[in-house]
Structure formats: structure tokens, C-alpha cells
């Protein structure tokens, strides 16, 4: 079992930045995949931001490349999410997601799916003021 609690999120206005924070409980080393994920009120959650521990691969939603930067820091058990050039369509509850146990070889296309990961965080509220 692994747990994954986020923090970092909050209100900000457009063009600012936030840096999400995951820590696993659990060495992240350990993971075949890493990634962020996120839903607004009444739509479905999507994909943000991924890394695929064995490549070193990171997986962008068209939507955040440029601006948001996913990065790990494996002495403390932790990935990140750098949010840069924030805009309104960005608010939204993000959640960190963990594959650990699913599945050792995760494709690029699989680390962009909600059913590639088996571990998830609590979620954090992002606001973004216009």
C-alpha cells in the first residue's frame, strides 16, 4: 500500500504560479509511473502531467505544455508540480496518482489513463482569479 497526500494548492490570481507537492509514503523510486490529474466541477477528470520512472519519460496534456513542469525528488519521497502562466481554465481539484504495483511496463499512451495508476491522493483545490 502506498499513500500519496497533496499539498500546495490555493487561490492565485491569472499569469501567477503554485507548486504542487506529493508525498508518497512509500520510496518513489518504486514507481513505474507518476502523475497528476485534474477535474473541475462537473466534468471529468483528465490528465496533466506524467513521468515514466524507467524511461524518464514526461507526458504533457496539450494544455499545460510550456507551463507546468512535472519533477520527482526521490530523497524525499516526493513529485512535484510546477504550475507556471496560470489562467482561469486551470482551476480545478488536482489529484496525484501512483501506478507502484499495476503495471511494471506502462506505454506513454497507458500513462496518460486514469486505469494506469493504483494509488491516489486526497486531491488539492486550485483557484485561478481572472
Known amino acids: 500500500q502506498v499513500q500519496l497526500v497533496e499539498s500546495g494548492g490555493g487561490l492565485v490570481q491569472a499569469g501567477g504560479s503554485l507548486r504542487l507537492d506529493c508525498a508518497a509514503s512509500?520510496?518513489?523510486?518504486?514507481?513505474?509511473?507518476m502523475g497528476w490529474f485534474r477535474q473541475a466541477p462537473g466534468k471529468e477528470r483528465d490528465f496533466v502531467a506524467a513521468?515514466?520512472?524507467?524511461?524518464?519519460?514526461?507526458l504533457y496534456a496539450d494544455s499545460v505544455k510550456g507551463r507546468f513542469t512535472i519533477d520527482r525528488d526521490n530523497a524525499k519521497n516526493t513529485f512535484y508540480l510546477q504550475m507556471n502562466s496560470l489562467k482561469p481554465e486551470d482551476t480545478a481539484v488536482y489529484y496525484c496518482?501512483?501506478?507502484?504495483?499495476?503495471?511494471?511496463?506502462?506505454?506513454?499512451?497507458?500513462?496518460?489513463?486514469?486505469?494506469?495508476?493504483?494509488?491516489w491522493g486526497q486531491g488539492t483545490q486550485v483557484t485561478v482569479s481572472s
Open positions: 513521468i515514466i520512472w524507467a524511461e524518464g519519460t514526461t
Open positions: 496518482a501512483a501506478n507502484r504495483d499495476k503495471n511494471p511496463h506502462v506505454t506513454p499512451a497507458q500513462a496518460m489513463g486514469l486505469l494506469a495508476y493504483d494509488y
Open positions: 512509500r520510496p518513489t523510486f518504486s514507481n513505474y509511473a
